[in-house]
C-alpha cells in the first residue's frame, strides 16, 4: 500500500489515531505527522493544543465512538477531509482499576464497549472506505499485556482487551489481502500519568521487573504503528507483535535475585 515499499514516508497518506490528543495516542499522531502523513485525531472533548510537528499539525473530530454511528462519522469526515484513508490506529481505550466482585454492570458495559466495540465500530467504517481503493490500507489495534496476563481489578478491562486480539486476527482472515489488520501488545509505558500507575520516579521500581530494564517510551510504541502501516511489512497480517520490553521478570525469579532483608 506504499509508493515506497522501503521506506516509512507517508507522504499523501491519511491516517486516523483514536484517543489521538493526548497521552500515547498523541505519540503516535507526532510520528505519522512526522514521516508525511495527513492526520486525524479524535477524542470525547476538544483538547487544549493538537498533535503537531515541524510545522503540521493534526486535524480534529470530537466523537465518541461507542457508538456506531458516531464511528461511522469520523471516517467518513477523515475520508472526505483527506480524500482517503490508509491507517487506522485503533488506540482509544483504558480503565481505572475495579473490584470484579462489586463492579456495576454500567461499568463492565462502557468498559467493553470502549476497548472492544469503538475499535470494532470504527475498523468496520474503516474497511468500507480502504477495501475500494487500489492499495488498500491497514487497520493497528493497540492491545495490552493484560489480554495474555490479567491483573487484580482489571476483569472487565483484561476481557475486552482479550476479545480485542480476537477481533484482529478474525478481520485479518476476512478483509485480507486488501486491508491488513493487525495488534499490538503493549506493555508499561512511561506516559505523563505514569508515577499514578506505576509508583514513584515514574515506575523505577517497576522498570526493574522489565528484561529491557526501562518502561516503554511511547515512541517506542509509535515507531512500531509505522512500520506495520507501511510497505516495508505488507506481508504481516493478523499479527500480535509485543511491544513490552521481554515482558515481566517471574515474581519467584525476582525474589531469589533480590531477597527480602530477614
Known amino acids: 500500500m506504499d509508493d515506497h515499499p522501503h521506506t516509512m514516508d507517508f507522504t499523501g497518506r491519511a491516517v486516523l489515531v483514536t484517543g489521538g490528543t493526548r497521552g500515547l495516542g498523541s505519540v503516535i499522531a507526532r510520528a505519522f505527522l512526522a514521516s508525511g502523513a495527513d492526520v486525524m485525531v479524535c477524542g470525547r472533548g476538544t483538547p487544549t493544543a493538537l498533535p503537531s510537528t515541524g510545522g ?33 490506529v485503533n488506540n482509544a481505550g483504558g480503565s481505572p482499576d475495579a473490584d470484579a466482585a462489586t463492579v456495576s454492570p454500567r461499568f463492565v458495559e462502557k468498559v467493553v464497549a470502549l476497548n472492544l466495540l469503538a475499535p470494532f465500530y470504527t475498523a468496520q467504517a474503516a474497511n ?20 495474555h496476563t490479567p491483573q487484580p481489578g482489571t476483569a472487565a478491562y483484561s476481557a475486552a482487551k482479550a ?16 486491508v491488513r ?38 515512541d517506542d510504541v509509535a515507531r512500531t504503528c509505522l512500520w506495520l502501516a507501511c510497505g516495508l511489512s505488507s506481508y504481516v497480517n493478523g499479527a500480535d507483535l509485543a511491544v513490552h520490553g521481554g515482558g515481566e ?10 531477597p527480602s532483608p530477614l
Open 128 to 147: 468500507l472506505v480502504m477495501r475500494e481503493q487500489p492499495d488498500g490500507g491497514s487497520v493497528i489495534n493497540i492491545g495490552s499485556v493484560s489480554a
Open 181 to 218: 489488520v493487525n495488534h499490538i501488545t503493549a506493555g508499561l509505558i512511561r506516559t505523563e500519568n505514569a508515577t499514578a500507575l506505576y509508583g514513584e520516579g515514574d515506575g523505577a521500581a517497576v522498570a526493574d521487573l522489565v528484561p529491557m530494564g526501562r518502561l516503554a517510551e511511547p
Open 163 to 178: 476479545g480485542l486480539l480476537g477481533l484482529t486476527r478474525a478481520l485479518a482472515l476476512e478483509w485480507a489481502p486488501r
Open 249 to 258: 521478570i517471574p515474581a519467584r525469579y525476582a525474589a531469589v535475585r533480590h
Open 56 to 88: 503540521r499539525e493534526a486535524a480534529f473530530r470530537a466523537a465518541d465512538l461507542r457508538d456506531p454511528a458516531a464511528a461511522a462519522d469520523l471516517v467518513a469526515a477523515t475520508a472526505e477531509r483527506f480524500g482517503r484513508l490508509d491507517v487506522l
